[in-house]
């Protein structure tokens, strides 16, 4: 079988080679060095085809490598479908569009803040702020708060990928106590008949679904699944694109004369390297790929990450470019597919594209000054660190 290890530092370091190596050898891999140990499915027909398959691959037991028991959005219908209701009504494209202006002037405000310097971290000072003001904006907690989301979401992303998750317990407990406790104001509020702040908290306090509305232990499942699932990622699109955009002279001058190329830019910044390399499913009985019976019970991991640079589906995949199309591009599969597509993916777009203008106008001659350094969960790819240096302005 062919060798492939996603713990190992060369993967780690690169999981592009690997990747080619499962798409063009061993569609079906069987991985022994987790526990427990996981298949992986690779090829873009594969991985959406488990997607699409969800009595099969199912949800229930987490996104994981390891089997968790999941409620809220973490789960299959019926349960998916309820969640996905209620919260699917924030992320509208009309709301999403609503929050251009906002998101705009907050990009505005960061660039600002270090733009005269000439040198800075963009991972620190512009792609890791940004999407956690977003977020707590829209939930309507305090922004100051925002390094203790950072650190608790970055514990629940490591835990998940772990051997050892008891590790990151104590930060995981408190996490749910802050939000429990959020949430159990708004409730305390809305029993006493007093108005509500206008944002996604009271919202999804006073939401129902068939006469049904959620309970305390439901809402805070939904907003840490909000706050994990769209803090690193959305940072993770951020830096990924910024690097690529300067390892090739010319590309952010491109974008700077025609600014409506930053659509393409975080299509292809997604496709070419997915924020999620991939995500976990439980079978629920036996099925044949390729050859290889994968038993009821196991772990099976989707590589959106390869899926995406599958030759049988993007030319010249391991290419990095502006030149595609920008519908073919949007094929990838980095939010992945079907019932539990991503629901913040308009937002990320949207974050990318305003970062990626405001970039290519406002840090001229921009270039990364070392390697940076990659976020820690194997399952994720970003960078934890992007120094850089430009000219500021006269
Ligand atoms: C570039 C940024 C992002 C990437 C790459 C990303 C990726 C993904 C992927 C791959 C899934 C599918 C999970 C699965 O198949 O089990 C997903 C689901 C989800 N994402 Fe995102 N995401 C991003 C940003 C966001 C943002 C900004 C939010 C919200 C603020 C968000 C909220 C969600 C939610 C709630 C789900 C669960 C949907 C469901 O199961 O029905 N994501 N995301």
Known sequence: MTEYDPLSAEVLDDPGPAHA???????????????????????YEDVAWALKDTTTFSSRY?????????????????????????????????????????????VTDLIDAFVDRGEGDL?????????????????????????????????????????????????????????????????????????????????????????????????????????????????????NALLRLTEQPGLLDRIREDPALAEVAVEESLRFDAPVLGLFRTTTCPVERHGVVIPEGEKVMLLYSAANRDPAVFEDPDVFSLDRAAH????????????????????ARL?????????????????????????EPFMLWGKATLPARWTPPS
């Open 21 to 43: 190596r499962l798409l063009a050898e061993c569609p079906v891999h069987r991985f022994e060095g987790f526990e427990p140990p996981f298949y992986t499915l690779s090829r």
């Open 123 to 239: 991972h620190h000072e512009l792609a890791y702020p940004l999407p956690t003001i977003v977020i707590a904006e829209m939930l309507g907690v305090p922004a100051e708060d925002r390094d203790r989301f950072k650190a608790w979401s970055d514990a629940w992303v490591t835990a998940m990928g772990s051997t050892t998750p008891e590790l990151w317990a104590d930060e995981i407990a408190e996490m749910r106590g802050y939000i429990h406790e959020h949430v159990a104001e708004r409730q305390r509020r809305d029993a006493a008949g007093l108005a509500l702040p206008d944002d996604l908290v009271s919202a999804l306090v006073v939401a129902e679904e068939d006469g049904e509305r959620l309970d305390a232990e439901g809402i805070v499942n939904v907003v840490r699944q909000l706050l994990v699932g769209g803090n690193e990622t959305t940072t993770s699109l951020l830096t």
């Open 351 to 375: 974050e990318g594209r305003i970062v990626l203008q405001q970039v290519a106008r406002r840090l001229r001659d921009l270039e990364i000054t070392a390697p940076p350094q990659r976020i």
């Open 328 to 347: 073919e591009v949007r094929r990838h599969l980095a939010f992945g597919f079907g019932i539990h597509v991503c629901l913040g993916a308009g937002l």
């Open 62 to 106: 987490g996104q994981g490598p390891r089997f968790t028991e999941e409620r809220g959005m973490k789960s299959d219908p019926p349960m998916h479908t309820f969640f996905r209701r209620l919260v699917s009504k924030a992320f509208t494209p009309r709301a999403v569009a609503a929050m251009e202006p906002r998101i705009d002037g907050i």
